[in-house]
């Protein structure tokens, strides 16, 4: 447990040292600011135009707008922690076997798991404060401007943590054999595979083509980010009558709740693989 | 009653259809400062490796101060300092053998007192709020050093460790392992700096192709190998096909006339002497010549290519 704790810290505080914390938080507060203010002005318009006209319209305008806004950047968010899990980690194992470094870490009286893990926690702290802050700037910001409230907005937000993890997961298993630079590669085509499998399924969905579905289906178990953002939205928007705009935050085909328990598994089990992988690995 | 410092049978590693040791058979006792030499690619890397976890022996076991190899408990007296020392250049000095005391299970109060001492022993006292991003490659190579030495370990393995070192470098880690010996600490020095060996270690290893060629205490090696230049008035072929009976094959300078043999053994010096004299040769000069490590090594490891 000490040795896990001294890799834990020693994670966060590579991320202090080189910078990424800070750069990370400046970021967020950027992107924040442009949300709040992108926001402010569009619910503006909308406040506008409805003095203007009578209403009618079958639904709030302000509740429809502002969810999709508010969905929106929570995609942002959904993406950056996938990016930030997949940059931090990509190179944790597979750098540190590059140069060495690992050598005088693994002739200590530890076990190679518990360095494994050591970083892996520090890599989860850093992504859900990171992406505690950013999701917590955008619903506060929403909730301040229109009192929009997401429904069920805690279980959405597990489902967008579960996916960073996923591919943490991923980067940590391929940092036990790849470099850092096909490990990298590896993950971003994963999660582009997500992604456009997930838009190949909405289609297939609307055109009732099962085999694209399935594609859709496929792709998400190879990597179930995608899957478990649209279960997010589907959960933030149970019950809400707004209007559907194209674009990653339509759900057409929902995806089970099978899913969510696929995607802990897959998490799970390849964090596991990573284990035994590096375990057994000759350096 | 204690065991050996390092034991090994028949260790063998192969990568695919590439034999990186083919054997390795050694035992080193607790105490000796143990000197391991071969030229590039011989497989010392990969034995080292094998002896401290890092790498899964493809046949064979071995044992660190009585206990299994990959033991992890073992390894919290057992000191490292690999060749490539890279290390989290974003910690201070204090920081990274903090770290690695930690890793050693150290307590607090146990780092507190190691790590001052031994900043001052590799000569970083100084050095223990700068980063090892800005260390010079010797500094970064002295901190490593302090690294391995951090628990008080019972044995230490340096591969190199003076690689990056000027010659006050090399000096300090001499006086180092010196005051390692003292302490009894066994010490397994892996190093292309054959005076070095010559000055620290108490017995060598030659290793080449995977394979022990011969274990040896460096007093052995000195005595068993002798060099000898002869002047002897108007030498005969007769002469030389003579001398060749005590030891190699004699070696003519064409134009200062000069003889050179190798012997065996210092015993054989007097019979051949008396032989000379016996023949009726003028014997001008004859001056016997102790080898060098280096040279030893050349003929150790460089006789015999085409064999195993």
């Given at each position: 447990m000490k040795t896990l704790w001294t890799m834990t810290t020693l994670t966060i505080r590579e991320a202090q040292r080189r910078r990424i914390l800070w750069v990370g938080l400046f970021a967020a507060i950027a992107f924040l600011a442009i949300f709040a203010l992108g926001y402010h002005y569009?619910?503006?318009?909308?406040?506008?135009?409805?003095?203007d006209s009578a209403g009618g319209l079958g639904f709030d305008p302000i509740t429809a707008f502002s969810t999709f806004l508010v969905i929106a950047g929570l995609y942002v968010v959904h993406f950056l922690g996938i990016a930030l899990a997949a940059l931090l980690s990509a190179g944790t194992l597979s750098g540190e076997i590059e140069t060495h470094t690992i050598e005088t870490l693994l002739?200590?009286?530890?076990?190679?798991?518990?360095?494994?893990?050591?970083?892996?926690?520090?890599?989860?702290?850093?992504?859900?404060?990171y992406m505690t802050v950013m999701t917590a700037g955008i619903l506060l910001i929403a909730r301040l401007r229109s009192g929009l409230v997401l429904s069920n907005v805690y279980s959405g937000l597990a489902l967008v943590f579960l996916s960073?993890?996923?591919?943490?997961?991923?980067?940590?298993?391929?940092?036990?054999?790849l470099s850092t630079l096909a490990n990298g590669a590896m993950a971003f085509t994963l999660f582009g595979l997500a992604f456009l499998g997930g838009w190949i399924e909405q289609i297939g969905a609307v055109l009732r083509n099962e085999v694209a579905v399935d594609v859709g289906i496929v792709s998400s178990l190879i990597n179930p980010a995608d899957a478990l953002w649209r279960r997010a939205i589907l959960i933030w928007r149970s019950g809400d009558t707004g209007l559907d705009l194209p674009g990653p935050f339509i759900v057409l085909s929902e995806p089970s709740t099978?899913?969510?328990?696929?995607?802990?598994?897959?998490?799970?089990?390849?964090?596991?693989?990573?284990?035994w992988s590096f375990t057994r690995r000759d350096l | 009653m204690t065991s050996p410092a390092i034991e090994t049978e028949n260790l063998r590693k192969e990568f695919g259809s590439k034999v990186a040791v083919a054997d390795l058979t050694l035992r080193v006792e607790q105490g000796e400062i143990f000197g391991f030499l071969g030229p590039n690619g011989a497989g010392k890397t990969t034995s080292i490796k094998m002896l401290l976890g890092l790498t899964q022996p493809t046949s064979g076991n071995g044992f660190l101060l009585g206990q299994p190899?990959?033991?992890?408990?073992?390894?919290?007296?057992?000191g490292f300092l690999p060749e490539h020392f890279r290390f989290h250049e974003w910690l201070t000095a204090a920081e990274f053998l903090n770290l690695h005391g930690r890793l050693y299970g150290m307590s607090a109060a146990a780092r507190a007192e190691a790590i001052p001492d031994l900043l001052e022993l590799?000569?970083?006292g100084?050095?223990?709020?700068?980063?090892?991003?800005?260390?010079?490659?010797?500094?970064?190579?002295?901190?490593?050093?302090?690294q391995a030495l951090l628990n008080n370990p019972g044995l230490v393995f340096l591969d190199e460790p003076t690689s990056g070192l000027d010659p006050l470098g090399r000096r300090l880690v001499r006086t180092i392992i010196a005051g390692l010996r003292d302490e009894g600490t066994t010490v397994f020095l892996n190093s292309h700096f054959l005076s070095e060996i010559e000055l620290t270690c108490d017995r060598v290893a030659f290793i080449r192709d995977g394979r022990v060629l011969r274990v040896a205490p460096l007093e052995e090696l000195e005595q068993e190998s002798l060099r000898v230049r002869l002047r002897v008035g108007s030498p005969t072929p007769e002469l030389l096909a003579g001398l060749a009976r005590f030891g190699s094959e004699p070696v003519q300078d064409e134009r200062s006339g000069v003889i050179t043999l190798h012997l065996t053994s210092e015993e054989t010096l007097p019979e051949m002497v008396r032989w000379l004299v016996d023949a009726g040769h003028a014997l001008y000069e004859l001056s016997p010549q102790r080898l060098?490590?280096?040279?030893?090594?050349?003929?150790?490891?460089?006789?015999?290519v085409t064999e195993g």
């Open positions: 569009v619910l503006v318009e909308i406040e506008a135009e409805m003095s002739t200590k009286p530890v076990r190679r798991w518990q360095i494994v893990m050591g970083k892996w926690a520090g890599f989860v702290i850093i992504i859900l404060v960073a993890l996923t591919m943490l997961s991923v980067t940590m298993l391929g940092g036990t054999r099978l899913m969510t328990q696929y995607a802990i598994f897959y998490a799970v089990v390849l964090l596991a693989l990573a284990l | 190899l990959g033991d992890p408990a073992t390894r919290s007296r057992v590799v000569g970083l100084e050095r223990a709020e700068t980063r090892l991003a800005a260390f010079s490659k010797g500094m970064l190579q002295r901190i490593g050093l302090a060098s490590l280096e040279e030893r090594f050349i003929q150790i490891v460089g006789e015999d």
